[in-house]
């Protein structure tokens, strides 16, 4: 059997599930914040697009950027676009860039990323054991008799390749937590 499909949409699941670690914020600040943070451009081709799309961002310190538009027009949008995101921060309009300086990272708000961490996990491992699901449900359609050896061993390298991608998320989920530890 081909699990080339099934492989895909785990591998779909498990950058979808990086892309978030990546905006949980562990000390210093970065570009990768502000993924998923658009404005609505009527003046490119599209109705809407990223910021990190449109614009340059230099690290200041190890709580501030520069948001930098290629478009001086676009600095009002992106300041607002940015007040309205769940960074709960409040970005520096100067006319020509964007500024968005961050609180230090403490102990408590450490803490919450972790719990973060761990709850963006456990969604990227709930989304993976759903794929195997319908995978399974895919072969009881196809195979009809269970004791067949090719039902037996389709249900088997399934499950093999969803262990493989839990094992992947529990590395990312560690990897993230030492970030947060500082270690």
Do not use: C
């Not at 591998?11 to 609505?40: H, S």
């Not at 921060?89 to 020509?96: A, C, E, F, Q, S």
């Not at 408590?108 to 761990?118: D, L, M, P, T």
């Amino acid at each position: 059997m081909d699990f080339t499909e099934l492989k895909d949409k785990m591998k779909m699941t498990m950058q979808d599930f990086v892309g978030r670690l990546a905006k949980v914020r562990v000390g210093v600040v970065n570009e990768m914040m502000f993924n998923g943070i658009y404005i609505d451009n009527t003046e490119f081709s599209k109705s809407t697009v990223l910021i990190t799309e449109i614009a340059t961002f230099k690290k200041l310190d190890a709580n501030t950027i520069r948001i930098t538009p290629w478009d001086k027009k676009l600095v009002k949008k992106i300041a607002k676009a940015i007040s309205n995101s769940p960074l709960d921060v409040t970005p520096i309009n100067d006319g020509v860039d964007v500024v968005v300086k961050f609180s230090s990272v403490t102990q408590e708000s450490r803490n919450k990323a972790a719990k973060v961490v761990k709850d963006l996990g456990e969604d990227a491992k709930v989304a993976i054991r759903q794929i195997r699901k319908n995978e399974n449900q895919r072969f009881k359609k196809l195979i009809k008799n269970p004791l067949a050896p090719e039902f037996v061993k389709g249900l088997h390298d399934v499950q093999k390749i969803t262990d493989d991608f839990i094992v992947l998320i529990d590395k990312e989920i560690e990897r993230k937590q030492k970030d947060l530890k500082g270690d």
